[in-house]
Nanobody, 115 residues
Framework: QVQIVESGGGLVQPGGSLRLSCAAS????????MGWYRQAPGKQRELVAG???????KYTDSVKGRFTISRDNAKNTVYLQMNSLKPEDTAVYYC?????????WGKGTLVTVSS
């Protein structure tokens, strides 16, 4: 059973930065493409950034140039560096495989961008 735990969220002012971490149990982690997703109030969950097992990355248009996804396979961890945060980035952020697997969703970590 794979367990995923997200951390690093919090309250930050517009223009600020946060670094999210996603710790995944299980040695099979390193062979999967992984993604960071977010769900804002009243909206559907969306893929924000993805990274393949080989390190190839992709981003949704709204975060390109501001967010960076990375992974450390030795630590079974995926990161999301978020810079120049905007109020519209406010959401619960989740980590999962890309495409996601229903039984891998964790509790997420809340990011609030507000002055």
């Amino acid at each position: 059973q794979v367990q995923i735990v997200e951390s690093g969220g919090g309250l930050v002012q517009p223009g600020g930065s946060l670094r999210l971490s996603c710790a995944a149990s299980g040695s099979i982690f390193r062979i999967y493409a992984m993604g960071w997703y977010r769900q804002a109030p009243g909206k559907q969950r969306e893929l924000v950034a993805g990274i393949t097992d080989g390190g190839r990355t992709k981003y949704t248009d709204s975060v390109k140039g501001r967010f960076t996804i990375s992974r450390d396979n030795a630590k079974n961890t995926v990161y999301l560096q978020m810079n120049s945060l905007k109020p519209e980035d406010t959401a619960v952020y989740y980590c999962n495989r890309d495409p996601p697997r229903g039984d891998y969703w964790g509790k997420g970590t809340l990011v609030t961008v507000s002055s």
